[in-house]
């Protein structure tokens, strides 16, 4: 374990995709101030390293403000704007990781491998002079006299500024438990609640789930609160044996919790036929039985999605399959037809911050001036990363805005560096 100094210029505080990126910018920047990067676990990163299925999905071709949830758009964009996805690329090449485009515009490393993005940011931090101090974990920030005192487990570390970079509570495997919170909060902030984001769902019995566990396929999910639909989704699904998994499931996720949070009456639906309606989905089965009166229903759904789905329809609904579309009476078809867009999901719960991939809710952002990441409320604290109320959707949006965020905190740092001169 390296020796905590006695003092620093700059403390970061969690040495995760922001705490890495913001400590090597800061010294790309400015060589002139020391920068001690604090973690409390004894290899750091380990949130790179699962992320991605172990790939590490560095970011996205096309990110904006759009792809990203709580918050305050108008500074989610100022910051994105500043260090963009061509710059994000650019910097990876540089420190020896190449990407390539994939599904939905993600950004892999050519050699598919977390642990190569993760070595060559702390290759890159090494060589850029900071001073990593694995398995010091930060008990508390304190603040006197303008002078910062982190409190860790192994000492006491004097500094002029601070950059917390912690991390939300998902995964807390990784060392995101929400420290990060308290310690904004003691030194002013007000953080906006939390609740997991990007989380697989838990769905009660009776449900088509278990029956289908591991069988994927694109459909569309709405998010109701209170009788009305907060937001539609279309996307991969991933049936499983405790609910729903998949991108899709997870970017509603976040909604469901958050409708849940507010004491509202929260729902998810299910639409088999993406994009389209009840009038248009029984149109084509009447078309059907006109054409080929003979053909049995369970053939008619299973054309419209994968088979062993339209069988588990088909016995949850109580409707033979058997029966040829011709035989099958009005009333049956049309309540199959409303089910194959409106099939209701019985969420009690998501799998928590354990399998969560992000968090939603944090340090609120109006108190962080976006032009900088510093703390309107407390001189000399930046905030960057998952810590603020900030999400994005599934597909590298979430390491973009670590990126970005870190990248505008070591620029205004430099700045404040050179005008104190």
């Known amino acids: 374990m390296r020796t905590l100094p006695p003092s620093s210029d700059i403390a970061v505080v969690g040495a995760g995709a922001a705490g890495l990126a913001a400590a090597i910018f800061i010294r790309r920047f400015n060589q002139d101030r020391s920068v001690v990067l604090l973690d409390g676990a004894q290899r750091p990163g380990a949130k790179i390293l699962v992320s991605g299925g172990s790939r590490c999905n560095v970011t996205n071709i096309v990110v904006t403000e759009r792809d990203f949830w709580g918050g305050r758009p108008a500074i989610i964009r100022r910051v994105l704007r500043a260090f963009p996805v061509a710059d994000t690329v650019a910097f990876f090449r540089e420190i020896g990781i190449a990407l390539h485009e994939e599904a939905n515009g993600k950004l892999f490393p050519d050699s598919n491998r977390a642990r190569d993005v993760l070595d060559a940011l702390l290759r890159e931090s090494d060589r850029a002079g900071v001073t990593l101090t694995p398995g010091h974990r930060v008990l508390g920030v304190n603040q ?112 469901w919790l958050r409708a849940k949070l507010e004491g509202r009456e929260a729902a998810i639906s299910l639409n088999f036929c993406p994009g389209r309606q009840f009038e248009s989905v029984d149109a084509d089965l009447q078309r059907v039985a006109a054409a080929s009166p003979k053909t049995m229903l369970r053939t008619a759904v299973a054309a419209m999605l994968p088979a062993s789905v339209a069988d588990a329809m088909l016995r949850q609904l109580k409707i033979d399959g058997e029966l040829a579309l011709a035989h099958v009476p009005r009333a049956e078809r049309r309540r199959l037809s409303r089910a194959l867009v409106e099939w209701p999901l019985p969420v009690v719960d998501s799998r928590g911050y354990t399998f969560a991939e992000a968090t939603a809710g944090g340090v609120d952002l109006g108190e962080i001036d976006p032009a900088t990441m510093a703390s309107r409320v407390c001189p000399g604290l930046y905030c960057v990363g998952e810590i603020l109320d900030v999400d994005g959707r599934i597909g590298g949006f979430n390491f973009q805005w670590a990126w970005s965020s870190a990248f505008v905190a070591a620029r205004a740092l430099a700045r404040r560096t050179a005008e104190a001169r």
């Open 144 to 255: 006197s006299n303008g002078q910062f005192t982190v409190v860790t487990s192994a000492g006491e570390l004097r500094a002029d500024t601070v950059v917390l970079a912690t991390g939300g509570k998902s995964l807390p495997k990784s060392g995101s438990d929400g420290a990060g919170y308290e310690m904004a909060k003691r030194l002013g902030h007000t953080i906006v609640p939390t609740t997991p984001a990007l989380a697989p769902l838990v769905l009660s019995e009776p449900s088509i789930h278990a029956q289908l566990s591991g069988v994927s396929q694109d459909v569309e999910l709405a998010v109701w609160a209170d009788g009305s639909i907060l937001v539609r989704l279309a996307g991969a699904l991933l049936w499983t044996h405790f609910g729903i998994s998949g991108p899709v499931a997870m970017n509603a996720s976040r909604h």
